[in-house]
C-alpha cells in the first residue's frame, strides 16, 4: 500500500484516536497521489489507497457521516480505496489540515469553503482546495437556559456562551450572528470556546448559559440534551439576522427545526448553510472520482448513519461555486447524471 505521513493535529485525545480506529494510521495515508492533470479520468482505484478524512467534533454529524462514509469506500471500490474518518475541530481547522496534507477529504460549512478559496476571513491568502460536491444542510441551532434572560442573539451580552469549537465553522457562524446582533464576539459576551460534548455538559451544569451550533439534523449531542434536560432548555429564534448573513454569502438561507427534530413543542424558524466535501487540488482524479461515486451510490447507507444525509442529492451537487468543483467529481457527478 503506498503510503504518505500523516499527523494528527495536537490536541487528539486518546479516546479519539481509538475511537476512529487509530486515526493516526488514517490521515493522508495510502497514496492519493498527486493527480496527473493529463490523464484520463477513469474512476478506477487501482492501488490499495487509504485516505483520511477530517470531519468535526464527536458527537456531531460530520463525524457520524465521516465514519459511515470510510466504512463504504472500500465495498465500493472493490477494497482497493480505505478510508480512515478522525475527530477535528470542524471546518477551518479542517481546512487548514487538509492544506498541510493532514488529511484528503474534509468536510466544511459552505462560508468557510468559499472563505478558504478566496482567501478572507480566517484565512490571509487562497488556498489550494477544491470540491468534490455539496452535500446536506448545516441548521444553526442557538439554544440557551431557559432561566438566562436569553430571547434573542443581543440578549446575550454579558453572559457566558459558548461560541463552539476553536477554528470550526460553528465558531465563524457564531460570531457573524453575535456582530449582526451589535455585539463584539471578543468583549460583549463571556466566550466558552468549547466542543460540543462540553458544551452540553456546561448547559446541564448551569456553567454554560447558552451557545451555537451548527450541524446537520438531528445531531446527537443536542438530541442527549433535549432527551435530558429538555425543560430547562429551549431554542432561540435567530431568523431576523439572516439579511445581515446574506450581505456576507449568498450560503446563507432560510430554514425551520421541526418540532420533530428534538422533540420540542413547536418549530423553530433558523438559519441554514450547505456543507460541501473538499479535496486538495492535487488529489488524484480517480480517487476523488471514486469517493464522490460513492457518497451518491450509498447515500441511503450513511443516511442510516444519520437522517441528515438524506439531504445529499444529484441535485444541488454541483451548486459549489465559487468553490470549484475537483476534475475528478466532475468526473462522477457527470456520470450519475448530477444537473
Not at 96 to 118: I, K, P, R
Not at 170 to 188: F, H, K, Q, S
Not at 240 to 268: H, N
Not at 322 to 339: I, Q, S, Y
Amino acid at each position: 500500500m503506498r503510503r504518505i505521513d500523516v499527523r494528527l493535529a495536537a490536541g487528539l485525545s486518546v479516546l479519539a484516536l481509538v475511537t476512529v480506529g487509530a486515526a493516526g494510521c488514517g490521515g493522508q495515508q495510502g497514496g492519493a497521489a498527486t493527480d496527473d492533470a493529463a490523464s484520463e479520468v477513469t474512476c478506477e482505484v487501482t492501488r490499495e489507497t487509504r485516505v483520511g478524512i477530517a470531519t468535526g467534533n464527536a458527537t456531531g454529524v460530520y463525524y457520524v457521516v465521516g465514519n459511515a462514509l470510510a466504512g463504504q469506500l472500500s465495498g465500493a471500490t472493490g477494497g482497493k480505496l480505505t478510508g480512515t474518518a478522525a475527530e477535528t475541530g470542524a471546518s477551518v481547522q479542517n481546512v487548514e489540515q487538509l492544506v498541510a496534507g493532514q488529511y484528503d477529504v474534509a468536510f466544511s460549512l459552505f462560508d468557510t469553503a468559499v472563505n478558504a478559496v478566496e482567501g478572507k476571513g480566517s484565512f490571509t491568502a487562497p488556498q489550494p482546495v477544491e470540491a468534490l460536491a455539496r452535500i446536506y444542510d448545516n441548521y444553526t441551532q442557538v439554544v440557551v437556559r431557559n432561566d438566562s434572560g436569553i430571547t434573542s442573539v443581543a440578549d446575550m451580552r454579558g453572559k457566558r456562551i459558548s461560541t463552539g469549537s476553536p477554528k470550526s465553522g460553528t465558531e465563524v457562524i457564531a460570531n457573524r450572528l453575535l456582530e449582526a446582533a451589535g455585539l463584539d464576539p471578543a468583549t460583549d459576551i463571556r466566550a466558552q470556546r468549547l466542543d460540543l460534548t462540553k458544551t452540553v455538559e456546561g448547559i446541564k451544569d448551569g456553567s454554560v448559559d447558552g451557545f451555537f451550533w451548527s450541524g446537520g439534523l438531528p445531531t446527537g449531542g443536542l438530541t442527549d440534551l433535549f432527551t435530558t434536560a429538555g425543560d430547562s432548555v429551549r431554542f432561540v429564534d435567530i431568523s431576523p439576522l439572516l439579511p445581515k448573513l446574506t450581505a456576507l454569502s449568498p450560503g446563507y438561507q432560510e430554514g425551520t427545526i421541526g418540532r420533530d427534530a428534538y422533540r420540542t413543542a413547536t418549530d423553530t424558524p433558523t438559519i441554514v448553510v450547505p456543507n460541501v466535501l473538499l479535496v486538495r487540488k492535487d488529489l488524484d482524479a480517480n480517487v476523488a472520482c471514486a469517493i464522490t461515486r460513492t457518497v451518491f451510490d450509498k447515500r441511503d447507507a450513511l443516511a442510516q448513519a444519520n437522517p441528515a444525509a438524506k439531504g445529499i442529492s444529484l441535485e444541488n451537487a454541483r451548486r459549489t461555486l465559487p468553490v470549484p468543483l475537483h476534475r475528478g467529481a466532475e468526473k462522477a457527478l457527470k456520470d450519475l447524471g448530477a444537473n
